[in-house]
């Protein structure tokens, strides 16, 4: 059975919603975002479900009971999402104690690659003890070819003697 067009449309209207509200730099609003994500991904859960009677055994017919799987799931995601709701509150609720308001401010190395970015600069070179040139995983192999002598040129020549 093909879900109700509706259904399908409230599942993209959940969706679009709290990721538009996940994107605001109120916490309020981030939260709101989660728990309407939440709610959009039940909905969702459900109608990857075989509608029918109630799973219990003697009391239905094995072709006609609903499938318990997406509930059970369903179940599960609402704990989950009650749980980062809980947390989310929490974190809203300490930052509005010490600052005064829910607002999420720019962590420093944001406005960095803001300015950077504005200023249409290329960062400083990495010279630490890091550094890609101090580190073999990040050199650049030399190209393979038949003059080099490298183990890859070999198999290229073998390769193309047997053939």
């Known amino acids: 059975m093909r879900p109700a067009l509706v259904l399908v449309l409230a599942v993209g ?16 609003r981030i939260v709101l975002g989660v728990v309407l994500i939440g709610n959009g991904i039940n909905l969702l859960i459900l109608l990857g479900g075989r509608p029918g009677g109630a799973p219990v055994a ?22 989950i999402t009650f749980g980062m709701t809980a947390l989310l509150l929490a974190v809203a609720y300490r930052n509005w104690q010490v600052r005064g308001d829910d607002e999420v401010q720019d962590d420093p190395e944001d406005r960095r690659i803001v300015e ?48």
């Open 116 to 163: 950077l970015a504005r200023g249409h600069e290329t960062p400083a070179p990495d010279t630490g003890p890091d550094a890609p040139a101090a580190d073999p995983e990040q050199v650049e192999p030399a190209p393979a070819g038949p003059s080099s002598g490298t183990s890859g040129s070999v198999g290229t020549r073998e390769r193309g003697a047997g053939g």
């Open 58 to 79: 003697g009391v239905t017919e094995p072709d006609r009971m609903s499938d318990p799987l997406p509930q059970a799931m369903v179940l599960t995601a609402i704990v």
């Open 13 to 28: 209207v959940l969706f679009g919603t709290g990721v538009t509200l996940l994107l605001e730099r109120s916490l309020t």
